[in-house]
DNA sequence: CTGAAAGCGCTTACAG
DNA sequence: CTGAAAGCGCTTACAG
């Protein structure tokens, strides 16, 4: 069943058929309805490559994430409580206007071929990433030849960053960090922990920046002791704070994000500390398990739900109005104070 | 950049370009090693929509998650713990085959409209189905319009079924309601409760059906009163408890799944009883945050990683070898014993 | 308001 | 081993 079968059925030609199908203004009432009753009838539905080929644009939309795995073999974001709020919000957003998501991970470099490829072959007519490295190159290509993108968690360092030829979504890291860091020190603590995120990413960067600043603005002094490594997974946390609780002893440590923080519980609690009576913990990203946790985990908000609706719409109006659409937006994150930090004592 | 371009500068004719791109044998490496070189130079991808209509099939496989919105407008699945392990298990199954997936949610019936049409304008040469109620007959015009569909948690019900033409993957949740409501039996209790899951859906139904057989098998009489509605969200396994404990008073409670059961922990603190020391609870699918809870919960778990790998494999394995492909799929679970049961006493 | 025709960018028999 | 040509199923100027 085809658009010429359907013509013959209605008894009109195809190109009405096509008016029909694609609401034009011009096709008389009766025409209209005949040619719907066929295709009602025999359940048509055109052909989308047919479709595209001749002109019409893509309503698939790509979502790329940029994933590392961990020691078990297990991809780190995509296992994590972060994917699915941000995918099921773009796949909401997306389906609310027709659109479709094709979604894809990428784990090494040369995964970043089929993403490209589903620019360049034309499936889909934007695409969004997250999870990517600060000043991903693999990226650059597909912004330059002046296909859609918007990027999650990229630095924008001036006005030839090709990052500047997109849509780019920031959370404030920076601030989130700080008002954390302040937050520890105006309960008293002098001795404050920081475990890095993967600092190649913009918000590990951005993190700890926050976190030195709250220091500095206090009148502390920064011991470099009291700064670990972690890459974001809750082994990484477990051994940063195993190290920081035989070592540097600080009395409360904020963690770059809260995976890390499940890892820093398990540490503490080997180590037969109270939280927070011992020490306190502070996280960053407010997953779901956070308020579960007992005590409840203090930790920053980022709103991962407003960060995708941003990032499809965006791309979705560009596709629909046909234009290039370039901004860059720094969403702000809240502290959620629960029951893991305590005033020192 | 198009494949007429490439043969123009490669010196050949665009049958030969569009040979070496799909690898055909019967090219002289020399004229081969000219067509790689433009495409490289010029990065030329074929346009995938005109490869389609020109009789290629597409590598898109479909998956949709059928789902419920919540007192609060979130989608139950898509926000559940249990969507992100199913879901990057597909993607990460197809992706190493060289396949994409294009993901999309069905939250009225209107929605598998577009479901339909992904099929139906062949931009998905098949789609995963998963999360809705029993014998949803929406996806029977897909099936028997021949096109390759699998199905988690269906059950078929004779040989007319139209899920017989398809790939059904269940988990077995008779089993492993049997064994978890026996584990109980075995710890001494006898007023055990169960909170049931959406009836609508097969584990649901399912997982009552082991918890009675269990009774029965030990000889204990089946109270009505012991078994509530609840529709697998925390707040129903809050609302189910609540009146459990100020009604029928079990000293155990077997619940659907662990979202119900965090709302059952939150219902049972309120009414300043403890776990398990007061009462037994075990849940149902081992979501992450079941291992964090204390007590940590004791659980049955479902391989939600295995069913999905069946589900993307057999899909892309009918697509490649060009075969239709039915089968079915029982997936054994597990009883995970943690600290959320004891002896009654 | 409607139809005939060209064209979108590929692949695949067919012929040599 | 390679090329010329037909065809896939649509849409969209163009003409009337």
Redesign the pocket.
Known sequence: ????DI?KIA?????????V??N?????????KKVLEAIKKYN????AS??M????KSRILGLFIVDTKNENDENIITSSSYFSPFTSAIIDKANKQHYNILISVINEAKDFKNAKDMFYNKTIFGGIFIGARNNETEIYDIIEKGYKVAVVEQEVKDEDDPFNKCVVINSDSFGGAYEATTYLIGLGHKKIAHVCGDMKQLTAISRLEGYKKALKDSGLELEHSLVVNGNYTEESGYRAVKKLLSESKPTAIFLANDSMSLGAIRAIQEANLRIPEDISIIGFDDIEVARYLRPALTTVRVSVFQMASICANSLIRANDKDIVFYDNYKIPVELIIRESCMEIG
Request: a positive charge.
């Open positions: 069943m085809n658009s010429s013509a008894g009109v030609s195809r190109s009405t058929v096509s008016r199908i694609n034009y203004g011009n096709v008389l009432p009766e025409t209209r048509y539905v055109p052909m047919a479709q080929l001749a002109g019409k």
